[in-house]
């Protein structure tokens, strides 16, 4: 949860700024749609709230997305995440938002997850932290309705608590975050494609066969098993998705080439990260988290399709306060 790297302001004055890094995330991890995520050290938007003498809820600035997003605070993933904690406790302080994303939209990073994620734990600083940092996860779910029709949990819990993260549920929210007993490091190539969230989960059918269902869940038990217990074959072979990847593929352009690719050079599994087209890979090591992502960028190359590659170790400590004053 968040923790704190830059100067650190003395909580008996009021805060006036509090600046905010919160991360990008890999939501569904294969066979896990809607219930499983992990958050990345890199990339992360950054996210500064302001106390303003005028009342209300303002986005004075969007940075980096090429001015594509709203800045209605009730069109804003991250405005409507922040009026909801404001709302939550009766707050009437004027704040202003800025908000540099540092990550691609509709990419399958949970880039409006990480915005919302950051628009809170920057508020609730910025107030003294009245809620604490696991009662914020709602005011996040509220943004990513807006970013995608449903309030899912896979980003923003990942986002908001680092690490590996089970949703068992997801109303009531109950998260339970998994450590992994050995390293892990994820590589991530995001082809120069967007993909809407909503668009993809409209694709998808309604009802399951039995038999995937039963394929599905051995699958999630095993990953769940694999990581408590730091065994990289087993969560090598859990990381499978015989329901959801199979209909979101074709969107993709090149998935099973890169796929395999990552699979050939050594990943433990890959698979589509959130609802694509970014594909993540697992691997036990740093080393072997850029040759593999070497081997996918080149896959991707090959088919004349632009990327850029994230290779980090998961990120345990979620959002980090940078600088407040
Ligand atoms: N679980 C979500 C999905 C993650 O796959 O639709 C993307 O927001």
Known sequence: MPRHSGRSGKMSELLQEVRVFAPASVANVSCGFDVLGFALEQPGDEIVARRKDEPGLHISKITGEGGVLPTAVEKNTAGVA???????LGSQQGIELEIHKKMPLGSGLGSSAASSVGAIVAINRLLGSPCADHDL?????EGER???????LDNVAPSLFGGFVLIRSQDPPDVIELECL???FATVVHPDIEIKTEDTRNILRRD???HKAVDQWGNVGGLVVGLLKG???LIGRSLKDVIIEPIRSVLIPGFEQVKNAALNAGALGSGISG???SIFALSATRENGHKIAKAMQQRFDEIGLGNEAYVCKINQQGP???EER
């Open 82 to 88: 922040a009026q909801k904690l404001l709302e939550h």
């Open 137 to 141: 996860l709602p005011f996040a779910a």
């Open 146 to 152: 807006v970013a995608c029709g449903t309030a899912h």
């Open 182 to 184: 050995k390293p892990l």
């Open 208 to 210: 399951v066969a039995l």
């Open 231 to 233: 065994d990289y074959e």
């Open 275 to 277: 609802s694509g087209p």
């Open 320 to 322: 980090q306060i940078l």
